[in-house]
Structure formats: C-alpha cells, structure tokens
C-alpha cells in the first residue's frame, strides 16, 4: 500500500530555516507528482508546494522562501523552508494522488516562534 513518512518537524525562531523529508513507498515515485500542504489551526489545509518530473509550483505566500525538490532514487521528497515566518507555523503534509486516489502522511508540526 501507498505510504507516505514526512519528518523533520519542529520548533524554530523567525527568519530561521527548516528541511522536511517525506519517503514514499507503493507508488512509481518518478512519475507522481508530489505535493506538500499545510494546515494551520483553525485554518484549511492548503497547497504550499508541488513537483512534477519538470515543474514546479509554490503558493504565493511561500515564494522564494521554500525549496521543493526530490530525490527519485530515494522516492523522497523535500522542503526547504527559509526566512521562516511564525505565520508558517502549521502541520506540514505530504500528499500523492496516484490514479485519482488521495493520500496522505500523518503530518509533521513546524512552529515558528521565538
């Protein structure tokens, strides 16, 4: 089955910087689509990066701050998160949706506060 382990979580001051890694397994990982979401309290999860075999997308509010890039050999995933706002703080989840299916990680927690 489709599993999906995000890690690399945890607390960081503003203006710092954070690496989250997400290892996927029972999915042809070159050719899926990867996307990391986020979800704030009290918010919606919302779409924050994705990468394609050649493209790439950022939501607006992250920008020339996080870094999506992966590693096929590694069926691995990652984002590079810097200049870090205490706005970012949410639980951060990796998705793929293979043949119209939705999955998801279980989510890793970024806070962002001094």
């Known amino acids: 089955q489709v599993q999906l382990v995000e890690s690399g979580g945890g607390l960081v001051q503003p203006g710092g910087s954070l690496g989250l890694s997400c290892a996927a397994s029972g999915i042809i990982f070159s050719v899926s689509a990867m996307d990391w979401y986020r979800q704030a309290p009290g918010k919606q999860r919302e779409l924050v990066a994705r990468i394609g075999s050649g493209s790439t997308y950022y939501a607006d509010s992250v920008y020339g701050r996080f870094t999506i890039s992966r590693d096929n050999a590694k069926s691995t995933v990652y984002l590079q998160m810097n200049s870090l706002k205490p706005e970012d703080t949410a639980v951060y989840y990796c998705?793929?949706?293979?043949?119209?299916?939705?999955?998801w990680g279980k989510g890793t927690l970024v806070t962002v506060s001094s």
């Open positions: 998705h793929v949706r293979p043949n119209g299916m939705d999955y």
